[in-house]
Antibody, heavy 120, light 109 residues
Framework: QVHLVQSGGGVVQPGRSLTLSCAAS????????IYWVRQAPGKGLGWVAA????????YYADSVKGRFTISRDNSKNMVYLQVSNLRAEDTAVYYC?????????????WGQGTLVTVSS | DIQLTQSPSSLSASVGDRVTITCRAS??????LNWYQQKPGKAPELLIC???SLQSGVPSRFSGSGSGTDFTLTISSLQPEDFATYYC????????????FGQGTRLQI
């Protein structure tokens, strides 16, 4: 079965950094783009970042560009999201999601989510 | 960015009811529209992709339709486990157009 298991997260002070991890299993990892989506408490879903299967193409939402970095290690079936210079508005549950399909792509499997709380 | 507007934002219904949720895009997105269900404290789950293709394992009481800018998600006969929040998501022309989600529709008993 396909699994995405997330780790990292926690309470962090404004301006500090954190790395979120997403461990994949049950599928050919190097065939799929992976996205990060976040959800602020009581709010809706918002796309954060995406990385293509070979890791060479990375994309970011304007709100996190220059502060967040997505990466992957296809030898370990891992995706990472380094979140830096954190702000209160970055407080959210962060999900990694597998992208499948083309025109359109869609998110068919999701991690369990990890909470990042930015607070002094 | 492409804006998605769902209506209604919340909806009260009963077991056995037929329910329709709409999602309107701010520009034409062909059929590049997906629907997700999210229950409290859980990750979203894919219901429908490409506007009308039911994801494997999703009950047939769920259906989707639409193209262009107007889309609908219909639940033909509500079951107790269907009470959740539903999101539409567009995947048109990314990159460079970022993927976006509707604001969600909370379906309550």
């Amino acid at each position: 079965q396909v699994h995405l298991v997330q780790s990292g997260g926690g309470v962090v002070q404004p301006g500090r950094s954190l790395t979120l991890s997403c461990a994949a299993s049950g599928f050919i990892f190097s065939n799929h783009a992976i996205y990060w989506v976040r959800q602020a408490p009581g709010k809706g879903l918002g796309w954060v970042a995406a990385i293509w299967p070979d890791g060479n193409n990375k994309y970011y939402a304007d709100s996190v560009k220059g502060r967040f970095t997505i990466s992957r290690d296809n030898s370990k079936n891992m995706v990472y999201l380094q979140v830096s210079n954190l702000r209160a508005e970055d407080t959210a549950v962060y999900y990694c999601a597998r992208s499948t399909g083309n025109n359109p792509n869609y998110f068919d499997y999701w991690g369990q989510g990890t909470l990042v709380t930015v607070s002094s | 960015d492409i804006q998605l507007t769902q209506s209604p934002s919340s909806l009260s219904a009963s077991v056995g009811d037929r329910v329709t949720i709409t999602c309107r895009a701010s520009q034409i997105i062909s059929n590049y529209l997906n629907w997700y269900q999210q229950k409290p404290g859980k990750a979203p789950e894919l219901l429908i992709c490409a506007a009308s293709s039911l994801q494997s394992g999703v009950p047939s009481r769920f259906s989707g339709s639409g193209s262009g800018t107007d889309f609908t998600l219909t639940i033909s006969s509500l079951q107790p486990e269907d009470f959740a929040t539903y999101y539409c998501q567009q995947a048109y022309n990314f990159p460079p157009t970022p993927p976006t989600f509707g604001q969600g529709t909370r379906l309550q008993i």
